[in-house]
């Protein structure tokens, strides 16, 4: 039987990880939904909060294979894996190293919760491996990166971040949530620790909620013992929608990636656009980086419209495209991130970072492009007119 690593992608998102319906025989996983199992004459001591019920460790099984580690475990929400898994390998007295472009809910994790628990962070100037490494202190033990990042699609070199932290001793950790295991695998390119929210393209369907974390058995050992502590563990109903979802997440992925680089190009020509976020585009900065380490660019892009078409009129005249919160989901949507992701951080943060109250993010479905196209220059052309008439 081949490893995980030379399996393909879709052989593993449908078949890694399934629990056999020994009973009847059916196509799919069966559910176990019972909270409670026996204690005594067991081999394993099952309970959901110890991420060990046969649903939650069948599907934690094709996470790691997915990201070629060597255990995972799935946890509530996004924001569930990243605080365990920051807390888990930072205790008092110890400083982290944080990406300046990353979720609006790490960084306000970071600057609301470190500072009681006694742990000191700094926030990189930049994205560059140089960057983090200026901000390298004799208690560092983390250095925590986010790329693509949201939302403004920043890159940053995984291997050179990965190398820099094994040559100081640091543990490094990643938010792989843009680039999804379909695009990009961290832990090939020497990372430690791997996060996803799975809400995203994992779930794929706006309807799960759910967190991930990978890494070496080692290192999720360690992990485990924090989770079952915090008990941000995932009920069974969801962790089999979650592997449900994954099935068809490289069929959802690569559309999505299809459709983000046709959208990017036309906005990049688009008069009535003035920037465009894609790493799929040769005027990104991080694109040759991005070649490097992805196999696909993604479904997400950011762009900012001339100032003379007021955003939020322009979220109110979309009908096709979901003006919503969240990403990944098979339909397109749009948001404000001053409004939504990074709603948290103060103007000053977010101006710091380039987020200006203009952004607009941009989640790609799988939808054909030219009704896409169409949408939005349907709601451009509406608020033009207000404003003619106005």
């Not at 791997?194 to 050992?221: L, N, P, R």
């Not at 939020?312 to 949507?333: C, D, N, R, V, Y």
């Not at 054909?368 to 709601?379: C, H, N, R």
């Amino acid at each position: 039987m081949k490893s995980n690593k030379t399996k393909g992608i879709n052989t593993v998102c449908t078949h890694e990880g399934e629990l056999e319906d020994k009973q009847f025989k059916g196509a799919v996983s069966p559910l176990y939904m019972s909270t409670s199992y026996q204690f005594d004459d067991v081999d394993v001591k099952r309970y959901p909060r110890y991420y060990n019920t046969p649903n939650q460790e069948a599907l934690c099984k094709k996470l790691a294979a997915l990201e070629h580690a060597e255990a995972a475990l799935i946890f509530g929400s996004g924001m569930a894996a990243v605080s365990t898994a920051l807390i888990t390998f930072l205790q008092a007295g110890d400083h982290v190293v944080l990406q300046q472009t990353i979720y609006g809910g790490t960084y306000h994790f970071a600057v609301s919760q470190f500072e009681r628990f006694g742990i000191s962070y700094s926030f990189t100037t930049g994205w560059e491996v140089e960057d983090f490494e200026k901000e390298i202190q004799p208690n560092t033990k983390v250095l925590y990166l986010e790329t693509p990042s949201n939302p403004l699609l920043t890159i940053t070199d995984v291997k050179g971040v990965a190398n820099l932290a094994k040559k100081k001793g640091i543990l490094s950790m990643i938010d792989n949530t843009f680039a999804s295991p379909v695009n990009q695998n961290p832990i090939d390119l020497g990372v430690d620790v791997v996060i996803h929210s799975a809400t995203k393209y994992m779930g794929g369907h706006s309807d799960i909620c759910a967190g991930v974390v990978a890494a070496s058995q080692e290192h999720m050992d360690k992990v485990w013992q924090t989770g079952i502590c915090f008990g941000g563990s995932l009920s069974d109903y969801t962790v089999w929608l979650l592997e449900r979802s994954i099935k068809t997440m490289v069929l959802r992925v690569r559309a999505q990636n299809e459709n983000a680089m046709k959208m990017a190009e036309y906005l990049y020509q688009s008069e009535d656009v003035d920037n465009v976020y894609y790493p799929g585009l040769p005027s990104h900065p991080g694109h040759d980086v991005a070649k490097k380490q992805m196999k696909g660019f993604g479904g997400m892009l950011s762009f900012e419209l001339n100032a003379s078409i007021d955003t939020s009129l322009f979220f109110k005249q979309l009908e096709l495209i979901k003006p919503s919160m969240s990403l990944a989901g098979i339909e397109s949507t749009m948001l404000s991130p001053t409004k939504t992701s990074h709603a948290l951080m103060s103007a000053e943060d977010r101006a710091k970072q380039g987020i200006k109250d203009s952004l607009i993010r941009f989640s790609l479905g799988i939808e054909e492009t030219e009704d896409l196209i169409a949408d939005i220059e349907q709601a451009i052309a509406k608020v033009k007119a207000m404003s003619v008439t106005a």
